[in-house]
């Protein structure tokens, strides 16, 4: 009889524990169906045009495609002297095919890019070659332009071999390719990226500061008010969110300019004897931007210190500690997760900064998506673009990496 008991325990067991497996695996198979849309939203929203920008920093086919022949021919070419006749008369053939279709522009602009003033020099080349009908090409080439007597531009189509490149990424932390190819430095009049993400960084840490010195004393004195006057100091607060970002920026040109309300208070308490220089530089893209990101900043911390209980405060002062010192060491810390997820926040936010810079800051206030804007919209550099993007997100990412090991992301705190 025990014997059988235990058989029928066993076999008892085994379809229970399939049948647990099969009510999990149906569980976590609804949880996966509710989740997909926001997974798939985020994929296409987020992932796929970050990975198509990657990409695009690196990946540049424009010579490879238009230019076949003259890619192929330099493979072999060591780039000591000049290439061999074979390569000029590969060059004719691409240049004549290009002039037919219409090409020149494409593959001037892509060689502009490397060698400036050269894209005016391949499309008249093009005109003049596609007359000339038999070689030698070598002579002819050079003669219709001495841009083909020099390694640089020889060297250039060598490395359009690949459809990848490094050219973008190298240029904008100011380094470029040299004329054997090798990686230099920009002259100095091309070298600005480095001095652009610097500020870049400089404005962000400048605006998060300030957010900072403005938001804890506020949030605190929201948490300490009665309700009723907390929450209407709340909406006063948030109010900003009801206005486009443009409106508000637009606001502060108003209020800054020469003549405007700031001016002119300035002026009539004496404070001082002409107006001030407040917008359309450093000052009125801090101001502006402080503004608009001081609730983001704010709100992390108002949520953590209405999870603080004031009995916290008042039994270390019943131990016989000061007000600062029972603030800062038993108050302050508590706020920590708050505080970090506010500033990480707005300094996030503020590494992206457009309009804001644009309209109240001079030119020396333009921070990195200026020329991210300058690049889709006016030059139709793709590369160029995608590659001071991509960094930018590389820096961002290494930001909150630091941040992840000197607090702990377990420790962020958003509401």
């Known amino acids: 009889m025990a014997t059988m008991a235990v058989q029928t325990v066993c ?107 050269a894209g005016s020099k391949i499309t008249s080349t093009a005109i003049k070659i596609s007359r000339v009908s038999v070689g030698p090409y070598k002579a002819a080439l050079i003669e219709i332009n001495p841009l083909w007597g020099e390694k640089d531009v020889w060297s250039l189509l060598k490395r359009g071999h690949s459809a990848y490149t490094a050219y973008y990424l190298l240029r904008s932390v100011d380094h470029q390719y040299g004329p054997d190819s090798q990686i230099v430095a920009s002259p ?67 209020l800054l300019q020469q003549h405007g309300l700031v001016n002119d208070v300035l002026l009539a308490l004496h404070i001082i004897s002409q107006p001030a220089e407040l917008i359309f530089n450093r000052v009125g893209t801090m101001v502006a931007m402080t503004h608009i990101q001081l609730p983001f900043t704010l709100l992390p911390i108002y949520s953590v210190m209405k999870t603080i209980s004031p009995t916290h405060m008042r039994a270390a002062r019943s131990l016989g500690a000061g007000p600062f010192y029972a603030f800062w060491r038993v108050y302050f810390p508590q706020t920590l997760p708050g505080v970090a997820a506010g500033c990480l926040l707005t300094f996030i936010l503020s590494l992206g900064y457009y309009i804001t810079p644009a309209l109240v800051g001079g030119p020396s206030d333009q921070m990195i998506s200026t020329f991210v804007a300058h690049y889709t919209n006016e030059d139709l550099n793709w590369g160029m673009a995608s590659a001071l993007g991509t960094i930018l997100l590389i820096i961002t990412l290494l930001i909150y990496y630091i941040y992840n090991k000197l607090v702990g992301v377990d420790r962020l705190k958003m509401a």
Not at 34 to 39: A, D, E, F, G
Not at 199 to 222: D, N, Q, W
Not at 231 to 254: D, E, G, H, K, Q
């Open 188 to 254: 100095p009049e091309n070298s600005i990226f480095i001095n652009i993400f610097l500020r870049t960084l400089g404005i962000a840490i400048g605006v998060t500061a300030a957010t900072l010195l403005l938001a804890f004393p506020v949030a605190y004195l929201l948490t300490i008010l009665p309700p009723k006057t907390g929450n209407l100091l709340m909406i006063l607060v948030v109010l900003p969110f009801w206005t486009s970002l443009l409106v508000r920026t637009t606001a502060w040109i108003v």
């Open 11 to 117: 076999s008892d067991d085994i379809p229970l524990r399939i049948k647990l497996q099969r009510v999990e695996r149906r569980h976590k198979l609804r949880a996966f169906t509710l989740v997909l849309p926001l997974l798939l939203f985020i994929l296409i929203a987020f992932v796929l045009p970050i990975g198509r920008m990657a990409f695009n920093a690196i990946h540049d086919d424009t010579l490879l495609s238009l230019m076949p022949r003259s890619t192929a021919a330099l493979s072999a070419w060591d780039g000591r002297d000049l290439p061999e006749e074979s390569a000029y008369a590969a060059l004719a053939e691409d240049l004549k095919q290009a002039w037919a279709h219409k090409t020149t522009g494409v593959i001037g602009n892509r060689i502009n890019y490397e060698l400036p003033g």
